[in-house]
């Protein structure tokens, strides 16, 4: 079939069109347009259309569709993407703040997802892999004199399996009416600035009897509290919103699944919660095939301690394989830890208490370190209020041990610090983190840091992280205690020089800041972010050949004149034409008088901290590549080579060849391209055509 439209391609060459008709940019790759339109209509017909629609239908065998929602968006855009939730395999959802009319199309859109799916489980002996077309209008596509036009899709009844809901407070109904497909396998709940509300577990597990996985957090530490009523309870205030057939068939669960068969569920995730630890027992004891078990940063009835439960999961037959137990603000006493470490090692996976972390049990970490893959640390966010003591000096305890730990684990494969990390000055092996202001030819003194070697042990040797194969890593940036402010370029440079030297492999980068930060002996506030401009040092992230997703978050990006579009261009192949190129080195031109000011103030480190010499951490190629890579950390010649690397001209450098996604202080995940012309939307230059992004 693709040699029969290949030989229709160069027949049809008489029968060029001038006109695309109802092609655009907005539905096809801009490369099918001009293939197109040099095929007749006939071709179109008898060849084009069947070969693109076998793709479609191969594709659909091989993965599953995913669709994204953000109730921002417009209205038209509401409904164009609500209509291709029908044959979606994965839903996510954000819905941050209170719109009626974006609520009301969500949720009539999830009541016709489910009365399908009820129809298709009535009809089990039909052919479900047959392909339904659906027409509906897109309002978007309307040209300059109003035409609408007609897309059709194809697509399985494939049933909603995963879905992904962040959420603030609903308008017109409670959570607990919330209507989640009961065909689901996967359900995450965020709920962000949600006081005072809550959920009912039971409802969920009644509703959703296939579910496997189930994460539920609240963002700022807002009570959100998990209701956990009998399952009889919770079938009958379900009962009371079904339709006759409904009803019928959720008899038939109860009776079957629900008391007869125990549930399948395997995941279940609490954080930041109000739990009632007594309830919970019934839910733990019809689940037998659960494996992982996460309570992170709880609050719970009295007494406020996990031993009775403790005491009660080795009865169930159960065998918890992952686990996390911590309540909110609280270190766990010895004898908990001690039964916790007893009864459910963890020797690939640890999931750890920013409290809880102390040189004895990093002791006994090391100990597996050759067998550690995965590392999560969770901050309480009880530690984590806007007064001017947050984040104190004892709170730096846990991210400088965890720091110590990364510098002997050469096997960890996934990192996760979430809500705290004190690590910039870690990273700043040189001591130049006070290399600021260099337009004014200054540097903040600060007398701990320039006493500190941060990078250095005492045998001299570069102490950096040694998991060359991190794939994943996420982590929040603080600065509370910090004299130099985060948005400071340089924090950029050793931030992002740092990463991409020492964990080459990364696949998964997300960095978050705090809303606000508390620094220095005046208790100061500000907003921190990371400089994005050229001078921060974000191409330098470039270097990461296997990235694929990269999320920045929690800051205001590009204020003033913190970001130019040819200083984040340059990710997407378009940014490397000759206009950006040009912009770039006309920046880059004017940086001699900062670098005259940085080559003064590296010669006074160099005098004030005496003569140095830092060896490789091992004789391996390897180290003594990356022991001469550092040298450069956090200056601007370091910056200057690697845009020299990818401007140069060679058409074989590729920044980021396996980005995927990418997302800058926006809840939605973009295609990179897509993400560039949302940040930059109007006032500055895109090389290429524009995309609609979503």
Not at 108 to 133: F, M, P, T
Not at 203 to 216: D, G, M, N, Q
Not at 254 to 271: A, D, G
Not at 611 to 634: I, M, R, W
Request: proline share 5%; aromatic share 8%; with cysteine.
């Amino acid at each position: 079939m693709l040699r029969s439209l290949s030989l229709r391609l160069g027949m049809d060459q008489k029968h060029r069109r001038r006109s695309t008709r109802t092609l655009s940019p907005l539905q096809l790759p801009e490369i099918l347009v001009i293939i197109f339109s040099h095929l007749s209509d006939e071709t179109l017909r008898q060849s084009v259309a069947p070969v693109c629609r076998l793709w479609f239908q191969t594709v659909q065998d091989v993965i599953g569709r995913e669709v994204v929602w953000y109730s921002e968006w417009d209205p038209t855009q509401l409904t164009r993407i609500l209509s291709m939730l029908p044959g979606a395999e994965r839903l996510i959802c954000h819905y941050p703040f209170t719109r009626l009319s974006a609520e009301r199309l969500l949720i009539d859109s999830l009541q016709r997802l489910e009365a399908l799916y009820q129809e298709q489980q009535l009809n089990q002996g039909s052919d479900n892999s047959i392909l339904k077309q659906e027409q509906y209008i897109d309002q978007s596509g309307a040209g300059a004199g109003g035409t609408q036009q007609y897309r059709f899709i194809f697509h399985k009844h494939v049933p909603l399996q995963h879905m992904e809901l962040s959420i603030s407070k609903l308008s017109s109904t409670s959570f607990d009416q919330f209507p989640f497909p009961t065909s689901l396998t996967t359900l995450k709940l965020t709920f962000c600035r949600s006081f005072g509300s809550s959920f009912s577990l039971t409802r969920i597990l009644t509703l959703c009897p296939r579910l496997v996985s189930f994460h539920a957090k609240s963002q700022n530490n807002f009570s959100v509290r998990v209701t956990l009523e009998p399952f009889e309870q919770a079938f009958q205030q379900q009962s009371d919103t079904l339709t006759p057939t409904q009803l019928q068939q959720h008899m038939q669960q109860l009776q079957q699944k629900v008391f007869k068969t125990p549930l399948v569920l395997r995941s279940l995730i609490f954080e930041t919660l109000y739990l009632d630890q007594f309830r919970f027992k019934n839910i733990l004891a019809v689940t037998p095939q659960l494996k992982e078990l996460k309570l992170i940063d709880m609050e719970i009835g009295w007494p406020p301690t996990w031993g009775d439960l403790l005491t009660y999961i080795p009865t169930l037959p159960c065998k918890l394989e992952s686990t996390h137990f911590s309540l909110s603000n609280r270190a766990t006493d010895t004898g908990e830890m001690d039964t916790m470490m007893a009864l459910y090692p963890m020797p690939l996976e640890w999931s750890l208490w920013d409290l809880n972390v102390q040189p004895s049990l990093l002791q006994s970490l090391e100990t597996t370190a050759n067998m550690v893959t995965k590392l999560e640390l969770y901050l309480s966010h009880g530690s984590r209020g806007y007064s001017a003591d947050c984040h104190g000096r004892h709170m730096q305890s846990a991210p400088k041990l965890i720091h110590k730990y990364l510098c002997n684990s050469p096997h960890l494969i996934h990192l996760r610090i979430v809500r705290s990390a004190f690590i910039i000055e870690d990273m700043d092996l040189f001591g130049r983190r006070t290399f600021v202001d260099l337009t004014l030819a200054g540097s903040y003194n600060n007398p701990d840091s320039a006493s500190n070697s941060a990078g250095t042990g005492k045998s001299g040797k570069l102490e950096v992280w040694q998991c060359r194969n991190l794939k994943t890593l996420q982590f929040e940036i603080n600065a509370h205690l910090d004299i130099v402010p985060l948005s400071d370029p340089v924090q950029s440079r050793i931030l992002f020089g740092y990463i991409s030297r020492v964990c080459p492999n990364l696949e998964d980068l997300s960095i978050s800041c705090p809303t606000v930060c508390i620094y220095g002996a005046s208790h100061q506030s500000y907003t921190p972010r990371l400089s994005l401009g050229l001078e921060g040092g974000l191409c330098l992230l470039s270097r990461l050949r296997s990235l694929r997703r990269l999320k920045i978050e929690e800051y205001y990006l590009c204020q003033s004149a913190n970001c130019e579009v040819y200083e984040m261009n340059w990710m997407d192949p378009s940014g490397r034409g000759a206009w950006s190129r040009k912009k770039r080195q006309e920046v880059m031109s004017q940086w001699g008088p900062m670098e005259a000011e940085e080559a003064r103030l590296e010669t006074e480190r160099r005098k004030d901290r005496g003569p140095e010499k830092f060896t490789p951490f091992s004789d391996a190629k390897k180290d003594v590549a990356l022991a001469k890579e550092l040298q450069n950390l956090g200056l601007l010649v370091d910056v200057k080579n690697m845009v020299k690397e990818m401007d140069g001209g060679s058409d074989r450098f590729v920044c980021f060849p396996e980005l995927e996604k990418m997302s800058f202080e926006y809840p939605v995940e973009n295609l990179p391209r897509n993400e560039l012309h949302r940040l930059f939307p109007k006032n500055s230059r895109l090389d290429g055509t524009s995309l609609i992004w979503s």
